[in-house]
């Protein structure tokens, strides 16, 4: 699946950490609580399939890969 932009939705997170473990170059952990936090939600081609497992690797499931940034409509 083609992705444009990565979006973690914090309130799911259940700081496994999976992502971080998965794609360090995309994906960090809050020290204050250990949330998952996005580094790049627009990752490079290369990380694109590390991002993809991460995706699927979440325990939470509170990782979405997006066609477009979150909030904005198609043909705007």
């Known amino acids: ?6 979006h973690l939705d ?3 997170c259940v700081t496994s950490g999976q ?3 998965t794609a ?3 994906f960090d952990q809050r020290e204050t609580d250990g949330v998952g936090v996005v580094l790049t939600d627009s990752p490079a081609p290369e ?8 995706a699927a690797g979440c325990p939470a499931a509170a ?3 997006l066609h477009r ?8």
Not at 47 to 54: F, G, H, P, T
Not at 69 to 76: D, E, S
């Open 1 to 6: 699946m083609a992705f444009a932009h990565v």
């Open 10 to 12: 914090e309130s799911k």
């Open 19 to 21: 992502c971080v473990l």
């Open 24 to 26: 360090p170059e995309v």
């Open 47 to 54: 990380l694109r399939d590390k991002v993809q497992e991460a």
């Open 63 to 65: 990782i979405r890969l």
């Open 69 to 76: 940034p979150p909030g904005r409509v198609a043909g705007g």
